[in-house]
T-cell receptor
Framework: ELKVEQNPLFLSMQEGKNYTIYCNYS?????LYWYRQDPGKSLESLFV?????AVKQEGRLMASLDTKARLSTLHITAAVHDLSATYFC????????????FGQGTRLTINP | NAGVMQNPRHLVRRRGQEARLRCSPM?????VYWYRQLPEEGLKFMVY????????ESGMPKERFSAEFPKEGPSILRIQQVVRGDSAAYFC????????????FGNGTRLTVT
C-alpha cells in the first residue's frame, strides 16, 4: 500500500525566513504533485514533478523530486504572509490514472 | 472558462437521510474523480468515472455509497442512510483524457451529519 508522509505537519515561521517541507513516499512512482489549500477552499495545483531530478520554481516556492530516495521537497524562500496555507504532496497510485494518495498536509503559518 | 462546479457548497443531513452531491467537470474534461477529506487530513481517493462508466471505485465504501456520471448532466455522489462518520468535505476533480496535467478540483461540498 502506498503511503505518503509529510513533515513537519505544522510550521510557524517569520516572514523573510527560508524553510523546507519534506514529502516521503513508500513505493515507486515517477509523478508527484504539490497542492496548496486555503482554509475552507479547494486545492490549487502548484507543481507537477514527472521525473527524477525534476526541479520547478514559481516565485518563492521551489519543488524537487528524487525518485531514488522517494523524496520530494518544497522549499520556501524569504517567506511572506500570503504563503500561509496548508500544503499537500500527492503521489499517483497507478501511473497515469490520477488516483492520488495525499500526504497529511503541512499547515504553514507565516507571521509578520 | 468555468472551473469544476460542485453543489451544494454546504449540506446538512440528519442520520438516516440521503445526501446527493453534484459535480460538473470543466468544459472539455471527460474524467471525473471524487475525493473525501476528513478534518485535519489529506484527501482520500474514492472513485474515478468517465461518461456512463465507472473506471475505478476501489476507494469507495462498499455500502451506502454510489457514484454515477451520466451521458448528460453532472456526476452525482450519493450517500444513503448517512451516519455521523460521513461528515467530511467531498471534492470533485476533473481532467481531460490522456493527459499528464494535474487534476482541477472544485470547491467541495461540506457535508455535516447531525
Amino acid at each position: 500500500e502506498l503511503k505518503v508522509e509529510q513533515n513537519p505537519l505544522f510550521l510557524s515561521m517569520q516572514e523573510g525566513k527560508n524553510y523546507t517541507i519534506y514529502c516521503n513516499y513508500s513505493t515507486t512512482s515517477d509523478r508527484l504533485y504539490w497542492y496548496r489549500q486555503d482554509p475552507g477552499k479547494s486545492l490549487e495545483s502548484l507543481f507537477v514533478l514527472l521525473s527524477n531530478g525534476a526541479v520547478k520554481q514559481e516565485g518563492r516556492l521551489m519543488a524537487s523530486l528524487d525518485t531514488k530516495a522517494r523524496l520530494s521537497t518544497l522549499h520556501i524562500t524569504a517567506a511572506v504572509h500570503d504563503l500561509s496555507a496548508t500544503y499537500f504532496c500527492a503521489v499517483d497510485m497507478e501511473q497515469g490514472a490520477q488516483k492520488l494518495v495525499f500526504g497529511q498536509g503541512t499547515r504553514l503559518t507565516i507571521n509578520p | 472558462n468555468a472551473g469544476v462546479m460542485q453543489n451544494p457548497r454546504h449540506l446538512v443531513r440528519r442520520r438516516g437521510q440521503e445526501a446527493r452531491l453534484r459535480c460538473s467537470p470543466m468544459k472539455g474534461h471527460s474524467h471525473v474523480y471524487w475525493y473525501r477529506q476528513l478534518p485535519e487530513e489529506g484527501l482520500k481517493f474514492m472513485v474515478y468515472l468517465q461518461k456512463e462508466n465507472i473506471i475505478d471505485e476501489s476507494g469507495m465504501p462498499k455500502e451506502r455509497f454510489s457514484a454515477e456520471f451520466p451521458k448528460e448532466g453532472p456526476s452525482i455522489l450519493r450517500i444513503q442512510q448517512v451516519v455521523r462518520g460521513d461528515s467530511a468535505a467531498y471534492f470533485c476533480a476533473s481532467s481531460p483524457q490522456g493527459t499528464l496535467s494535474p487534476l482541477h478540483f472544485g470547491n467541495g461540498t461540506r457535508l455535516t451529519v447531525t
